[in-house]
């Protein structure tokens, strides 16, 4: 499985939006992205996940380099709520069952 | 929604005490997880099963034993819990086919063993 790299804390305005980098350089062509986000004393819950293409939904964005060896996760216009850490996870779509988690970014949101 | 539930929120226990995590999911999810969540070491899978009686080792299985009875419930097992399975314990499920294949997360266990 693909390992990422992801710095281990940021400071975010409230309002700003928050980039937040992962470097994934071994990702093989048939591994998606996937980003998650835990709130403290909470499981973590899935926020995105994108192939190649660029993605957002109604949480976040991810844009995705062209030689897909990193990506990063945007939210637009960050709250506190927001404060949390941060998974990016490279894995198959399907064919196996486990995600690896690091140690992810935890992010704060200043007011 | 999905709904992800574990047994407790907090619990104590002594050294050498045979400790049951419970793990309930609602969703009819064919694949459940079991991970240890520690400072500085992020998530680490002990144990997963696809499908019920099926059970696969993690990263840490070492010191664990699951079981999968019925699709809706696994059960994570300290057989003699020690002081360093103090952690987070964290149960999450996911389905096999879908769009998305998001793993959906329980609010967690904090095992201390005293």
């Known amino acids: 499985d693909a390992k990422t790299t992801q710095p281990t804390s940021m400071d975010c305005a409230e309002g700003r939006a928050a980039n937040l980098p992962c470097n994934h350089s071994t990702i093989s062509g048939n591994e998606y992205v996937y980003w998650y986000r835990q709130i403290h004393s909470q499981g973590p819950q899935y926020i995105i996940h994108g192939l190649k293409n660029n993605e957002t939904n109604e949480m976040a964005s991810l844009i995705i380099t062209e030689d897909r060896k990193s990506s990063t996760l945007i939210l637009p216009h960050a709250t506190l709520r927001d404060t949390a850490v941060y998974y990016c996870i490279v894995r198959p779509y399907s064919g196996t069952y486990k995600y690896i988690f690091g140690t992810g970014t935890r992010l704060k949101v200043l007011a | 929604d999905v709904k992800v539930t574990q047994s407790s929120r907090y619990l104590v226990k002594r050294t050498g005490e045979k400790v049951f995590l419970e793990c309930v999911q609602d969703m009819d999810h064919e694949n459940m997880f079991w991970y240890r969540q520690d400072p500085g070491l992020g998530l680490r899978l002990i144990y997963f099963?696809?499908?019920?009686?099926?059970?696969e080792k993690g990263d840490i299985p070492e010191g664990y034993s699951v079981s999968r009875e019925k699709k809706e419930r696994f059960s994570l097992i300290l057989e003699s819990a020690s002081t360093n399975q103090t952690s987070m314990y964290l149960c999450a499920s996911r389905e096999t086919g879908g769009s998305i294949q998001e793993q959906f997360f329980g609010p967690g266990t904090r095992l201390t063993v005293l």
């Open positions: 099963s696809y499908d019920v009686k099926m059970k």
